[in-house]
C-alpha cells in the first residue's frame, strides 16, 4: 500500500526556517515534488527533484525553498528558510507528475509576524 507521509510542520516566527520530510512507503521514490496549498487557494507546486537530484523549485520561491532526497531512507526533504506569513499553508508531497492516489494528509507550517 502506497503511503506518503508528511511532517516536520508547525507554528514558527516570520524569519525562522523549518525542515519538512515526506516519507514513502509502498513504492521507492522517483521523480518527487513538494506542494502546498495555502487558505482558500489552490494547490500549487512548490519543488521537484528528479530521480538523479536534479531539482527545479518555482520561481517565486527560488532563494528560500531546498528540496533534497535520501533514497536511501525513501524521503525526500524541503528546507525553507526565511519564512513569510504568505508561506502559509498545508504542505504536501507527490510524485512528479502528481498521483491523485497518492495525497496524505499534509504538513501545517504557520507562519508568524
Known amino acids: 500500500q502506497v503511503q506518503l507521509v508528511e511532517s516536520g510542520g508547525g507554528l514558527v516566527q516570520a524569519g525562522g526556517s523549518r525542515r519538512l520530510s515526506c516519507a514513502a512507503s509502498?513504492?521507492?521514490?522517483?521523480?518527487m515534488a513538494w506542494y502546498r496549498q495555502a487558505p482558500g487557494k489552490q494547490r500549487e507546486f512548490v519543488a521537484r527533484?528528479?530521480?538523479?537530484?536534479?531539482?527545479s523549485v518555482a520561481n517565486s520561491l527560488r532563494g528560500r525553498f531546498t528540496i533534497a532526497r535520501d533514497d536511501a531512507k525513501n524521503t525526500i526533504y524541503l528546507q525553507i528558510n526565511n519564512l513569510r506569513p504568505e508561506d502559509t499553508a498545508v504542505y504536501y508531497c507527490?510524485?512528479?507528475?502528481?498521483?491523485?492516489?497518492?495525497w496524505g494528509q499534509g504538513t501545517q507550517v504557520t507562519v508568524s509576524s
Open positions: 507527490n510524485t512528479q507528475p502528481p498521483n491523485s492516489n497518492y
Open positions: 509502498g513504492f521507492n521514490i522517483g521523480a
Open positions: 527533484i528528479s530521480i538523479t537530484g536534479v531539482t
